[in-house]
């Protein structure tokens, strides 16, 4: 293997180091991280809309009503070219579309590509084939109306490269799911999945956040409590939003995210929300909190936690994104999170329900 001439030729000659394979996997990041972009957008209210289709032909599309590349950097920005001084993937912590996004891995790897801007009551498009722009943007006359409606935003469109990916076919479900998610974790963000061709498509706006979902999760069941308990907490840059749900039955679901990263397993947070809820009920119970073990709180229960914040402050245990290892977070999260729970669930419904499962031991 030779060396790169360039960033896009580097993407190219090693997918894998960008999006973690040139299977399904690396095929579905090539999406989320244009989705993580519109996210962060959404967390700094710079965007309300979003909208993802998935083309007949392999492509996809994302449109965004956010800030967007100025035309003088658009062909710097899709190639890692930096004019500015700032090194690809690696830009300012609020640049959107910019230096900090993943956009130019997208571009890199697909076999033709189209990004159109509006912004000034004007719209540019730069086309690219094998992801290297054909030339310099071009003003697009007459003006085209947004996608989404809107007096700025951005449309990425994109072919994945059959010559680097084995898996070229978009799991539907899971890109749906993905955008589902979306909502919940950026509360009141619009969030549109379209199935080109196949007349599907899909809304979905949760300005309850992790609440909303959360009682959405559980609609097909019986509850024991009518809404969600819901805590939002700061601490620093970051974000806390926390729902429980309990339903009738054994299984318990726990989802957990930094940002739009799904800890499947878990980490800081998870275990502030888990010790938190057991310290609590130990208070209201007047005795300790290992006479309600989780085993037995987490009957039944549909919780959801979600830290966010700036990318830099998000730690992660090892080299996946699977386990969230900020430090002095779990501690954080106990300590604000105990007094809201006992505040909340003194009175509440569930409550006698849940002291019901202590679990004497011998002191």
Request: charged share 25%.
């Amino acid at each position: 293997m030779g060396i790169p001439k360039d960033f896009i030729e580097s993407i190219r000659m090693r997918p894998a180091m960008y999006c973690g394979d040139v299977g399904e996997y690396g095929l579905h990041h090539l999406v989320y991280f244009l989705l993580d972009v519109a996210y962060e957008e959404a967390r700094r209210g710079e965007s309300r809309d979003v909208v993802l289709e998935l083309g007949g032909d392999g492509s996809v599309a994302l449109c965004s009503t956010s800030r967007v590349v100025s035309v003088e950097n658009l062909v710097a920005v899709a190639t890692g070219a930096s004019s500015l001084g700032v090194r690809a993937l690696e830009g300012p912590p609020d640049d959107g579309w910019g230096w900090g996004s993943m956009l130019v891995v997208s571009l890199a790897l697909s076999s033709r590509y189209q990004v159109d801007t509006w912004a000034d009551g004007q719209q540019w498009r730069l086309l690219g084939e094998h992801g290297r722009p054909l030339g310099e943007p071009s003003k697009v006359t007459p003006r085209e109306p947004m996608p989404v409606p809107g007096a700025r935003g951005i449309r990425v469109y994109f072919v994945p490269d059959a010559t680097i990916f084995e898996v070229l076919a978009f799991d539907r479900a899971r890109l749906s799911r993905r955008c589902n998610e979306l909502a919940a974790l950026a509360p009141g963000l619009r969030v549109s999945f379209v199935g080109v061709g196949n007349g599907e498509r899909s809304l979905w706006h949760l300005p309850g956040g992790v609440a909303q979902w959360a009682h959405s999760l559980t609609e097909a069941q019986p509850r024991l409590h009518p809404e969600p308990i819901a805590v939002d907490l700061e601490w620093g840059e970051l974000r806390v939003q926390c729902a429980f749900q309990w339903c009738e039955g054994e299984a318990h679901v726990l989802r957990s995210f930094a940002n739009t990263v799904r800890t499947v397993r878990h980490g800081a947070h998870v275990d502030g929300l888990i010790q938190a809820l057991r310290s609590a009920l130990a208070k209201l119970a007047g005795t300790l909190r290992r006479e309600f073990p989780w085993s037995r709180v987490s009957q039944g229960l549909t919780a959801i936690v979600a830290v966010s914040g700036p990318q830099r402050r998000m730690a992660f245990a090892g080299p996946t994104k699977e386990l969230l290892a900020i430090v002095g977070l779990e501690d954080a999260i106990r300590k604000q999170l105990k007094p809201r729970l006992v505040e909340r669930l003194r009175n509440h419904p569930v409550t006698p329900k849940l002291l019901a499962r202590r679990k004497p031991v011998a002191r």
